[in-house]
């Protein structure tokens, strides 16, 4: 079984992903982070992440993999060492889209993706899932969200050290809703902003672009509780066997 969620960064597309994952025992084949895995191992290895030929040497030469945690969560491996917390650093954040760019980077990332789903049952989560990496998933979703554009005609309004939650770091009952009562109203649009500029560069790049595939079902996460898009998705799995 290969399920394939796709769609813009702020959709909701992992924590939606991690929670079927859970709750239907498949891996989570997190695409994002093993781009992640590379941009820290060129970090490590004083690489530069815009040299396209060393990063790609690195991609050729790099092994990522997904482990289990001491308390049963996901854990990312990248040449057998847990690098969970390490790929979400800001360092990280800066360079992963330059590295994720190359098409040498994508080609390794790629056929590592497909050696996993060939392996075991998974969720993939990322940008190019459904179109590029498992076009014959058995599920495909392209998760999106209107809160997104919104963001755009909103003021921006950074608060010293409180504008930016760490991305997945805060979940509440809606899906793209998140920070909601949690954060004061005027630190959302910004982060949101943020996340959403980030999905405007997703489609306008040249390679792997932003876009849902032809039979890809389109759920609209902003008009839906947490649990109904996960419903809704465990539904669709049922339905395929
Ligand atoms: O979802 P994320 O923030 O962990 O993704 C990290 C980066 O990798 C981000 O710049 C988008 C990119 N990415 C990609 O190019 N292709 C994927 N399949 C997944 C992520």
């Known amino acids: 079984m290969i399920v394939a969620i796709d769609g813009p960064a702020g959709s909701g597309k992992s924590s939606v992903a991690r929670a079927v994952a859970r ?11 093993m781009y992640r895995a590379i941009t820290w191992r060129c970090l490590m290895r004083g690489v530069s992440c815009e040299d396209e030929g060393a990063v790609s040497r690195e991609a050729a030469q790099a ?38 760019s190359f098409k040498a980077v994508r080609e390794a990332m790629v056929a590592q993706q ?12 990322g940008r190019d899932v459904g179109t590029v990496v498992f076009p014959q998933a058995d599920v495909k979703v392209f998760l999106t969200a209107d809160a997104r554009e919104r963001a755009f005609r909103l003021p921006l309004i ?12 805060v979940r509440g009952d ?10 004061p109203v005027s630190v959302i649009p910004f982060c949101r902003l943020k996340r959403a500029r980030r999905g405007r560069a ?3 790049r040249a390679r792997a672009p932003l876009g849902a595939a032809a039979d890809a079902v389109l759920i609209d996460s902003s008009r839906l509780t947490f649990d109904e898009v996960v419903d809704r998705i465990v539904r669709m799995m049922d339905r395929v066997g």
């Open 158 to 169: 950074p608060l010293a050290g409180a504008w930016c939650p760490r991305r997945r770091g």
């Open 114 to 125: 497909r050696q996993l789903a060939a392996a075991q049952d998974v969720i993939a989560e």
């Open 202 to 204: 997703g489609r306008a």
């Open 174 to 183: 809606r899906v793209a809703g998140f920070c909601k009562g949690r954060f």
């Open 23 to 33: 709750r239907r025992g498949l891996m989570l084949l997190d695409t994002g982070a």
């Open 63 to 100: 092994r990522v993999s997904f482990g289990v945690g001491d308390d049963g969560s996901q854990t990312v491996m990248l040449d057998g060492d847990d690098v969970t917390r390490q790929i979400r650093l800001p360092e990280v954040d800066r360079n992963v889209s330059a590295v994720s």
